[in-house]
T-cell receptor, first 116, second 112 residues
Framework: DSGVTQTPKHLITATGQRVTLRCSPRSGDLSVYWYQQSLDQGLQFLIQ???????AKGNILERFSAQQFPDLHSELNLSSLELGDSALYFC???????????????FGPGTRLTVL | GNSVTQMEGPVTLSEEAFLTINCTYT??????LFWYVQYPGEGLQLLLK?????DKGSNKGFEATYRKETTSFHLEKGSVQVSDSAVYFCALSNFGNEKLTFGTGTRLTIIP
């Protein structure tokens, strides 16, 4: 158990809908990262938050957005869903960003999104 | 930009065989290197890491050495077990840009 929790575990929805994925980082971790794992694209970084602020953006679609709340949990919002958005979405957390950070990230179990 | 190239899978070995999964990378500066493992139906678990040249990461009998001259971080294990069957991902991150860049993953199956 990594200490990172994600809900829900599975999500099935229809095209055009909107969903919210939730992540709680390990206790004390200020950084949260979101990744998408799909068969055709592999594991791709989406976005990173640090202590409530957006820190880095990757291959995140404009239809997707995220935020990190004062209690450090994070939510990934996916809207106008398409079939191609079906994937496993992982959240990861790490302890801090700063001098000497080696970037060790601990992953949650993932949310499997199926868009029908 | 950063990239990671992993040995194509799937790889099938007999129990107690020697394992090597090749990983090479392209990155600016001095990245940290990682191996993550994904067991069936589960999330990613950090297997081992190395943060500078010539460092050797090790865990659960697996080892990998950070080779800057060949930009490689090959994963090895002397004697694999059925329980090692999983997908293995090589990854890197740069100081100041902590996102992980992953390889495509190598599916390993160990047969008794």
């Amino acid at each position: 158990d990594s200490g990172v929790t994600q809900t829900p575990k599975h999500l099935i929805t229809a095209t055009g809908q909107r969903v919210t994925l939730r992540c709680s980082p390990r206790s004390g971790d200020l950084s949260v990262y979101w990744y998408q794992q799909s068969l055709d694209q592999g594991l791709q970084f989406l976005i990173q938050y640090y202590n409530g602020e957006e820190r880095a953006k990757g291959n995140i679609l404009e239809r997707f957005s995220a935020q990190q709340f004062p209690d450090l949990h994070s939510e990934l919002n996916l809207s106008s869903l398409e079939l191609g958005d079906s994937a496993l979405y992982f959240c990861a957390s790490s302890v801090y960003i700063g001098e000497g950070n080696t970037g060790t990230q601990f992953f949650g179990p993932g949310t499997r999104l199926t868009v029908l | 930009g950063n990239s990671v190239t992993q040995m194509e899978g799937p790889v099938t070995l007999s129990e107690e065989a020697f394992l090597t999964i090749n990983c090479t990378y392209t990155a600016t500066g001095y990245p940290s290197l990682f191996w993550y493992v994904q067991y069936p139906g589960e999330g990613l678990q950090l297997l081992l890491k190395a943060t500078k040249a010539d460092d050797k990461g090790s865990n659960k009998g697996f080892e990998a050495t950070y080779r800057k001259e060949t930009t490689s971080f090959h994963l090895e294990k002397g004697s694999v077990q059925v329980s090692d069957s999983a997908v293995y991902f090589c990854a890197l991150s740069n100081f100041g840009n902590e996102k992980l860049t992953f390889g495509t993953g190598t599916r390993l199956t160990i047969i008794p």
